[in-house]
Nanobody, 119 residues
Framework: QVQLVESGGGLVQAGGSLRLSCAAS????????MAWFRRAPGQAREFVAS????????YYADSVKGRFTISRDNARNMVYLQMNSLKPEDTAVYLC????????????WGPGTQVTVSS
């Protein structure tokens, strides 16, 4: 099992920045990929960004490309999401997820952190 805890959410004005953090514990030595998803009110969960644990490969949703940056700290089992030029449509609960090597699917999820962007 892998436990995940997100932090860093909050209220920010449009155009502002936030940095989200996600700490992985438990069997965190087995990580293939870590990712951020988000879920806005009344909408389905959507992919935001992901990063491979052993390679410098990142993926981004088109809606955040150029504004958000995902990074990791393997020694601390942490993943970060730097969010710049925030827009009201970025308002959502942001969730961290881990894909283990055995499934390569995002099987483990954190409870999420709320990000609210005011116009």
């Amino acid at each position: 099992q892998v436990q995940l805890v997100e932090s860093g959410g909050g209220l920010v004005q449009a155009g502002g920045s936030l940095r989200l953090s996600c700490a992985a514990s438990g069997r965190a030595s087995s990580i293939y990929n870590m990712a951020w998803f988000r879920r806005a009110p009344g909408q389905a969960r959507e992919f935001v960004a992901s990063i491979m644990w052993s390679e410098d490969i990142t993926y981004y949703a088109d809606s955040v490309k150029g504004r958000f940056t995902i990074s990791r700290d393997n020694a601390r089992n942490m993943v970060y999401l730097q969010m710049n030029s925030l827009k009201p449509e970025d308002t959502a609960v942001y969730l961290c997820a881990v894909a283990p090597p055995s499934t390569r699917a995002h099987d483990y999820w954190g409870p999420g952190t709320q990000v609210t962007v005011s116009s």
